[in-house]
């Protein structure tokens, strides 16, 4: 008897508790741009921007010749060498309200990766779900654009 009245304080409070409404409000969600080169915020350009410098260096990493930067622009230089790297072309995104441009060229007879491809390779790392740079990652190439 002494428990079964112990079990119903404890119901009533937690009854009493659940009717409450909350101390405070949840905090209003944060946008974020549906296109990764988009960014609606300046932390989101800021991650972007980080996200973009991550892709340049492991690009750089697998092979493919040093970008240099000029402004917001960076890109492959003209006086590179010639190789199966398609050459870069990015120009950064400003603070807020505006898009990360991305293009790539492939300067040799044939390239590892194609412009569509390297741009879904760069957008997965925008997303900040970075993919390999070879044709055969499946994950990121069977990914929406």
């Given at each position: 008897?002494?428990?079964?009245?112990?079990?119903?304080?404890?119901?009533?409070?937690?009854?009493?508790?659940?009717?409450?409404?909350?101390?405070?409000?949840?905090?209003?969600p944060?946008?974020i741009?549906?296109?990764?080169?988009?960014?609606?915020?300046?932390?989101?350009?800021?991650?972007?921007?980080?996200?973009?410098?991550?892709?340049?260096?492991?690009?750089?990493?697998?092979?493919?010749?040093?970008?240099?930067?000029?402004?917001?622009?960076?890109?492959?230089?003209?006086?590179?060498?010639?190789?199966?790297?398609?050459?870069?072309?990015?120009?950064?995104?400003?603070?807020?309200?505006?898009?990360?441009?991305?293009?790539?060229?492939?300067?040799?007879?044939?390239?590892?990766?194609?412009?569509?491809?390297?741009?879904?390779?760069?957008r997965s790392?925008?997303?900040?779900?970075?993919?390999?740079?070879?044709?055969?990652?499946?994950?990121?190439?069977?990914?929406?654009?």
């Amino acid at each position: 008897m002494h428990r079964l009245f112990w079990l119903l304080v404890v119901l009533a409070l937690l009854a009493g508790c659940a009717g409450q409404s909350p101390v405070s409000e949840p905090p209003a969600p944060v946008a974020i741009a549906v296109d990764p080169q988009q960014c609606l915020t300046r932390a989101e350009c800021t991650t972007k921007l980080s996200r973009t410098l991550l892709f340049i260096f492991d690009y750089a990493e697998a092979g493919a010749p040093l970008v240099q930067r000029e402004g917001r622009l960076l890109f492959t230089p003209a006086d590179a060498p010639v190789s199966d790297w398609p050459a870069l072309y990015i120009r950064l995104a400003e603070a807020e309200q505006s898009a990360f441009a991305f293009n790539a060229q492939c300067r040799a007879t044939a390239c590892r990766l194609t412009a569509v491809q390297l741009l879904q390779v760069y957008r997965s790392y925008l997303r900040g779900q970075p993919c390999e740079f070879h044709a055969d990652a499946r994950p990121c190439f069977n990914k929406a654009k």
